[in-house]
């Protein structure tokens, strides 16, 4: 017998039940179907603006920084002010996702901008966020052939692009959004869910910030 | 274990911890930290209590259907291009690792923090095959390269000071210049991130553990403040992960929910940094993440638990707020517990893993205060399942013949009014004598535990009964 | 008309019972003070919370059986101490799983036992007759008492009544003392070192008295005070509530 169906039956024994039991399946075919909502915290139920407010006081309280510009064209010149604010070098890397490829890059002759995942090499990605989540003040990326996911954590600074309309107060929307857009049951290869800089307080127990991943996490919010 | 210390000498390990001075010092700040943390946490959300009641059912739904969830998790993990596999015990989960080490031409590995391998002792496994692993997360970085084992769940080097992980570092880093200062943790994590950035980007294999595996989507999640299990995972060719069965919950909305629980009660965050969902390989036309993607299940005695009276431990999400409010933790740290897992949660975890003869001590190395209960996320009843392997062991005749004894004389007194009121009666007047205008004892016959570190106040004189009775009252 | 006076058993505890017989009377006066016709029914002893702890649940069993049938047949029962009254009201009913009529009879009981400070505020809802204590007391938070029946607000409450008593709180009044019964003796090193973290706490408050509503955490915490030549009195809630402060506290030399 494999162990696959040694542990199966072994569950299915200290269960006392079956496999093939007609109620149980239904009840687990329900829940994966329906995916009900379990108990959703009142703080992000806002209307939009408040919703949006929340989210960047959340991600502050996290120690990421927020700036909101009014419009997309407003991102190049808002990640330039960035680097000359923090002594970088003018140099961000990117995917080619259409929402930052399609910017006016050019207005910031100054800016070196490279594409494709990381290496390592890079002190500064960007990357543009599918949502963001009110409740925590967390940002929702997805990976995908314009959205490597090296990019999250390589580089030592992290900007990331929110779209203000797509900031939720939850993650239940988040992943309702994910269903409509993927299908039921189906994610992308990876969905990485960022709440603040990286961090550690491994060592007696002091925080620290920059562990592994960015020192520093720039959140944009447009619109 | 760490040292070679074993469950079965509890009470010498516990001796050595108290009398470690700064040992004492850094696990006395777990108050100030993970504690009141916890607290605001748990303060500042309204819904919390309520969470703590969906989280539970979520596990009890769950593990009433575990066979059909997992099934049903294999299913998605295929369908997204990964593997799965299945291992009965801690060999078997070694040898699958192994081999698709081997198959991988792996030298190099590097792993994120996962107390499941720490559980099926991956680490000596992979090393005696010719396999280098790498602890990348911080804390499990320091302990390994001082050769110890975790002593808490969540914050496995918390025993150690910046002054000893400046000399390890010293130590091992060969190319550490001697000036280099390391007197603060900003420049050991400086030192730390460069060497092991080295280690992520030339890895063959990473091996993660899982906080949960979504049914729903086959998708595997770790939740981590570094980031160095997403390098670990997204940069070799092969991700591995290794997941206990229990692992497993139905949906998205069930991980949300769980998540709004596991930091707040494990440092007090409202969210850990890196929530991570990983499903199958890369991608055609992805520019990252891994080729190959297994995930490997393990029973190793869980499903034993199931339908048991242990089978709410099941529920369990490691997020260390039980061993954090352990009295008993508090003051030996997690090393005493001679086991993988310590604190309460351990000790009612650990006779399932290790056998109860090989876990003399541990459920009764308790108060039975209750803390750990009232602040688990999942609201496992923990003291009842430390009551219950005490009552396996006296089942057993595992109890020590010396209290087992006690028992049965107590039991025959009580048993026996009036014999127990002159007992009593000639005891309590005995030691009141003994004591004198005292009031207390300092030494007391049999009672050596009690008198070797506190007095023993004497008792009034005449027992309650006996005083009422004298005033004609029933 | 009046109503009749509720018949209320008292369990002293077999700890009252030996070491501080006082508890019991003053619990004795706190409940007829309070309108209750108070009995202690004789041939009472342990609840068996020491033999259902250390996991021999026949010994507790047959403990339990005794108390059952000795209690059951009063109208309420008060107990001085959270965690024999916890042994009662929440473990006995699972001590007879599977066997419905000592279930039933078991969760009789339960239903009519009260810690006593909880009986006197949740139940009977009464002020105690005013007394006076001069001084300053802090009071911790007994495990069982606390955590399996709630006791938290009551004692305090109760306290509150008393003249000239000040309350002076504990960094952490729901902090283990160390006790736990058998656990004392069977790993006293552990068991001094988490008293030493309570005494400490103690001793940060400045107050004069330390207060609890559970002997076995008292006889602990006051050992510990009385070993480091601590001028800090250790008393139960009753005595003070009771007004019967005269004869010397917990541990403390006769005069």
Same mark, same amino acid.
């Given at each position: 017998m494999s162990s696959r169906d040694a542990i199966l039956g072994r569950i299915r024994r200290s269960l006392g039940a079956?496999?093939?039991d007609a109620p149980r399946l239904a009840a687990v075919r329900h829940r994966l179907a329906e995916t009900p909502v379990n108990v959703v915290p009142a #703080?992000?139920?806002?209307p939009s603006a408040e919703r949006i407010d929340l989210f960047v006081r959340k991600a502050g309280e996290v120690f990421a920084t927020v700036v909101r510009l009014?419009? #997309?064209?407003d991102i190049p010149a808002a990640v330039a002010a960035y680097l000359r604010d923090r002594n970088l070098p003018q140099a961000i890397r990117r995917g080619d996702d259409r929402r930052l490829a399609d910017?006016?890059?050019? #207005?910031?002759?100054q800016l070196a901008v490279t594409t494709g995942p990381?290496?390592?090499?890079?002190?500064v990605g960007l990357s543009h966020a599918d949502a963001g989540v009110a409740e925590t003040g967390t940002v929702v990326l997805t990976s995908g052939p314009d959205n490597p996911t090296t990019i999250n954590f390589l580089p030592d600074h992290h900007i990331v692009v929110v779209d +203000?309309?797509?900031? +939720?107060?939850?993650?239940e929307t988040v992943w309702a959004d994910l269903r409509r857009r993927f299908g039921a049951g189906v994610m992308p290869r990876t969905v990485n869910l960022v709440t603040g800089p990286s961090r550690s307080a491994?060592?007696?127990e002091t925080l620290l910030l920059?562990?592994?991943?960015?020192r520093s996490l720039h959140i944009l919010v447009v619109g | 274990m760490s040292g070679g210390l074993t469950s079965l000498s509890f009470p010498k390990n516990a001796h050595a911890a108290l009398a470690n001075p700064p040992l004492l010092k850094a696990i006395a700040h777990i108050e100030e930290t993970l504690v009141s943390g916890r607290r605001r946490a748990a303060e500042a959300l309204p819904e919390f209590e309520a969470l703590r009641d969906a989280g539970r059912d979520i596990k009890a739904h769950t593990l009433a259907h575990l066979d059909l969830y997992l099934e049903a998790f294999e299913r998605k993990v295929v369908e997204a291009g990964g593997f799965v596999h299945w291992a009965a015990d801690a060999a078997d989960a070694n040898r699958i690792i192994l081999d698709i080490c081997q198959k991988a031409g792996a030298r190099r590995v590097t792993k994120g923090k996962s107390m499941i391998t720490e559980e099926v002792g991956l680490n000596a496994y992979l090393q005696a095959n010719g396999i280098a692993p790498v602890e990348t997360d911080l804390g499990e970085y320091i302990i390994q390269l001082r050769g110890e084992t975790p002593?808490?769940?969540?914050?496995?080097?918390?025993?150690?000071n910046k002054e000893q992980v400046a000399a390890d570092f010293r130590r091992v880093h060969?190319?550490?210049?001697?000036?280099?200062?390391?007197?603060?943790p900003t420049s050991l994590l400086a030192e730390a991130r460069g060497v092991l950035r080295e280690r992520f980007l030339s890895a063959d294999v990473g091996i993660t553990g899982a906080n949960f595996l979504v049914a729903e989507t086959g998708s595997t999640v770790i939740v981590t403040n570094e980031g160095n299990g997403d390098l670990t995972q997204i940069l070799p060719k092969t991700h591995i992960v290794l997941a206990s069965i229990?692992?497993?919950?139905?949906?998205l909305e069930d991980v949300a929910t769980i998540m709004r629980l596991l930091a707040r009660s494990a440092? =007090?965050?409202?969210?850990?940094v890196y929530t991570t969902f990983s499903t199958g390989p890369r991608r055609a036309?992805?520019?990252?993440?891994?080729e190959a993607f297994h995930v490997v299940l393990l029973d190793n005695g869980r499903s034993a638990m199931?339908?048991?009276?242990?089978?709410?431990?099941?529920?369990?999400?490691?997020?260390g707020a039980c061993i954090n409010h352990c009295p008993v933790y508090r003051s030996?740290?997690?090393?005493?517990? =001679?086991?993988?897992y310590p604190g309460p949660m351990g000790s009612v975890l650990t006779p399932s893993l290790q056998g109860l003869e090989k876990s003399a001590h541990l459920a009764n190395a308790?108060?039975?205060?209750?803390r750990c209960e009232s602040v688990c996320p999942m609201r496992i009843p923990l003291p009842k399942m430390l009551r219950h392997w005490r009552e396996k062991e006296f089942e057993r005749h595992l109890t020590p013949k010396k209290a087992r004894f006690g028992l049965a004389a107590w039991r025959f007194l009580a048993a026996r009014p009036r014999l127990y009121g002159l007992a009593t009666r000639l005891g309590a007047w005995g030691l009141a004598r003994l004591a004198g205008r005292d009031g207390a004892l300092r030494q007391v016959p049999l009672a050596g535990g009690w008198t070797r570190w506190r007095d023993l106040p004497a008792?009034?004189?005449?027992t309650f009964r006996t005083e009422w009775a004298k005033r004609g009252r029933k | 008309m009046t109503t009749p006076k509720p018949r209320v058993a008292l369990f002293v505890t077999c700890l009252v019972d030996f070491f501080r017989p006082t508890v019991g009377f003053s619990a004795v006066k706190l409940l007829e003070d309070a309108g209750c016709e108070v009995s202690v029914p004789a041939g009472q002893t342990c609840c068996g919370q020491p033999a259902y702890n250390s996991g021999d649940r026949a010994g507790a069993r047959a403990l339990a059986e005794q108390v059952i049938a000795l209690f059951e047949g009063f109208d309420q029962v008060v107990v001085p101490s959270g965690s024999c009254a916890g042994m009662i009201k929440t473990h006995y009913p699972d001590l007879f799983s599977g066997e419905p009529n000592w279930r039933l009879r078991a969760e009789a009981l339960a239903d009519k036992t009260h810690e006593l400070t909880s009986f006197l505020?949740?139940?009977?809802?009464v002020a105690p007759l005013p007394v006076t204590f001069e001084g300053t007391a802090t009071y911790h938070d007994s495990c069982s008492g606390l955590r399996?029946?709630?006791?938290?607000?009551q004692p305090r409450r109760l306290l509150s009544?008393?003249?000239g008593l000040t309350i002076k709180e504990m960094h952490?009044?729901?902090?283990?003392?160390?006790?736990g019964g058998a656990f004392c003796v069977k790993y006293d090193e552990i068991s001094n070192a988490i008293v030493d973290r309570k005494v400490a706490d103690v001793r940060t408050t400045g107050a004069e008295l330390l207060l609890a509503g559970d002997l076995g955490c008292l006889l602990n915490i006051a050992g510990k005070l009385k070993r480091e030549g601590s001028s800090v009195e250790v008393r139960h809630v009753a005595e003070v509530l009771a007004g019967m402060t005269n004869g010397p506290a917990i541990g403390e030399t006769r005069k």
């Open positions: 079956s496999g093939s #703080r992000g139920q806002l009014g419009g #997309r064209d910017l006016p890059w050019e #207005r910031e002759a990381s290496d390592g090499s890079d002190l +203000a309309s797509t900031v +939720a107060g939850d993650y491994d060592i007696e920059g562990a592994h991943g960015p | 002593s808490h769940i969540i914050a496995p080097a918390v025993h150690v060969t190319d550490l210049d001697p000036k280099r200062n390391l007197d603060e229990e692992k497993v919950v139905p949906t440092t =007090g965050q409202e969210m850990s036309g992805d520019p990252d993440g891994p199931l339908g048991s009276e242990f089978e709410d431990m099941l529920r369990c999400i490691r997020c030996v740290g997690g090393h005493a517990y =001679g086991s993988v308790s108060t039975l205060c209750g008792p009034e004189g005449g | 505020v949740d139940v009977l809802g399996e029946l709630g006791v938290k607000d009544a008393v003249d952490d009044p729901e902090a283990c003392c160390g006790f």
